[in-house]
């Protein structure tokens, strides 16, 4: 029984085959494209046995497109790629086609990879030979059903090493995965529910949209990877190798039905239908922090009216996406963004459309997060949580916490822990003053203010005084003076017997 450690491992060694022969940053492609092939192939292989079992004859098994979620045609099923002894690129480029011609859900996801890349994998005895390897390397790994210690442990396993990639290459691997401890206190705060609608219009590699669906999941007892969960997914990446990435995660994951497009959300959002855009119960999303150039003179003329509280700053597109999101929820929907700091202060366009957020009582939440929390960037964040339908009693009023002091410190960045998350978590929900941590504030006191949502005008983040304890300073006075007068008789001694005198 193949465990999640040992599988992690494995995959990770993959990577050993890689240094030295191409661009760290080009192992992701080549890596994730090995898992899924070998998953495929080797799933494909299990149900033949299955349906074998079942009384089905092994040619129909095999053949039968109808009978497999997947079907692998012959020359994509691993014992034909391990026969591949040269021009391996170019074969497994054609085993790539050749899945996505028979399985149309799969379509574009593996096209994106070229195999036969001399760009990146060298000259063709180069490539045969890393390829090679690659192949020799993932044969030994047994990616059926029933090797597989967790239902969900392949999928578990891809965050894992998206994870490991965006650790190993800084603020280019950051731009696609969001820290799982962050994804995990995003996804309490929204709290999604079975029969729910969920965006992430920024989804990255779809760790968000994932971790919505396993907590449907833990609240319905179902086990994600076996059992349909009760939720449907949607969402938007604008990096073709990205989306491939988030499409495969989500396939291996066992969430087939998500929808996720390509394409540039704010100039180009496909999630709509002639009617107007999608709406959902949440959206979640972590989008590129003050984005430069993100589509100011396109959303001049947008048809989908997401930007009726103002226009962001040419240069500066945090309310853009904070906007879209706010026009993509139904009457009852919440939203949790992270954004940079900066949209809580900062004036003129994004002045006008903060204020206006303000007034049509959107905000229920501004928490602000610790330092060195995300890949590529030491800066500390925010988290806005957006609601159309407050309760009564919130309604009216914004809560801040001030969480920027919870964390536990990790070699390359921090990490919020499970008690910092549940207590981020549990201020929400009581949504009352806590001392130095949390605070309810009122709408007229933001309009006294300007609108300024700085957190620490609201929340006293200072380090408090120490109070002085006047007794034990005085005592301490008393004992310095002591020894000075000590030490300045043991001088005059000293110059006595040396024959000086004072």
């Keep these: 029984m193949l465990t999640r450690d040992r599988l992690n491992a494995h995959l990770w060694s993959a990577a050993d085959i890689l240094r030295g022969a191409i661009d760290s940053g080009d192992y992701k492609a080549f890596i994730f494209g090995f898992i899924f092939l070998k998953r495929l192939s080797d799933r494909f292989e ?43 690129g170019e074969g497994l480029n054609k085993a790539c086609a050749a899945l996505e011609e028979d399985n149309p859900g799969l379509e574009g996801v593996l096209l994106t990879i070229d195999f036969n890349s001399e760009a990146k994998l060298g000259d063709g005895r180069q490539r045969d030979k890393v390829l090679g390897d690659l192949i020799a390397h993932f044969s030994q790994l047994p990616l059926n059903n029933a090797n597989l210690s967790e239902p969900d442990m392949l999928g578990r396993a891809y965050e894992y090493l998206i994870g490991k990639f965006a650790d190993d290459a800084g ?29 992430d219009p920024t989804c990255g590699s779809g760790g968000m949209l994932i971790q919505c669906a396993q907590h449907v999941a833990d609240k319905t007892g179902k086990k994600m990877g076996s059992e349909a969960v009760n939720v449907t997914l949607h969402g938007q990446e604008k990096n073709l190798g990205t989306w491939t990435i988030c499409k495969m995660n989500l396939l291996l994951h066992g969430l087939p039905d998500a929808r996720v497009e390509k394409g540039d959300t704010i ?23 003050s984005l430069d150039n993100w589509g100011a003179e396109e959303a001049k003329a947008d048809k989908y009216n997401r930007f009726e509280h103002g226009l962001p700053p040419k240069n500066m597109g945090d309310y853009a996406f904070v906007q879209h999101m706010v026009a993509t929820l139904n009457q009852q929907g919440m939203a949790a963004v992270v954004m940079p700091h900066g949209v809580l202060f900062r004036e003129a366009g994004d002045g006008k459309i903060r204020r206006a957020l303000v007034e049509a009582d959107l905000f229920e939440a501004v928490i602000g997060l610790p330092e060195n929390l995300f890949y590529g960037t030491g800066i500390p964040a925010v988290i806005l949580v957006l609601n159309r339908a407050k309760p009564r009693v919130r309604k009216g009023k914004v809560l801040f916490i001030h969480a ?99």
């Design 404 to 502: 920027a002091e919870g964390f536990a410190s990790r070699p390359t960045q921090n990490v919020l822990r499970a008690e910092d998350i549940e207590r981020i978590v549990k201020a929400f929900r009581t949504y009352r003053d806590e001392e130095r941590f949390a605070r309810v504030v009122p709408l007229s006191e933001l309009r006294e203010n300007d609108f300024n949502l700085n957190i620490s005008r609201y929340i006293d983040t200072l380090e408090p005084e120490q109070p002085v304890d006047l007794q034990a300073a005085l005592a301490d006075l008393k004992a310095a003076e002591a020894i000075e007068r000590q030490s300045v008789e043991r001088l005059h001694a000293l110059i006595k017997e040396l024959g000086y005198v004072a």
């Design 46 to 88: 299990e149900e033949v046995e299955e349906l074998i079992r079942k009384g089905n004859d092994e040619e129909d098994a095999r053949e039968d497109r109808d009978l497999h979620q997947f079907y692998v045609p012959e020359n994509a099923r691993w014992s034909a790629l391990k026969k591949l002894t040269e021009n391996i």
């Design 267 to 289: 100039r180009q959002p496909k999630l709509a239908s002639e009617d107007g855009l999608f709406l959902y119960d949440r959206v979640i999303a972590n989008p590129p922090f």
């Design 171 to 199: 603020k280019k691997g950051g731009e696609f995965y969001t820290p799982q401890s962050v994804v995990e206190l995003l996804v309490k705060l929204l709290d999604p529910q079975e029969g729910m609608r969920v965006c």
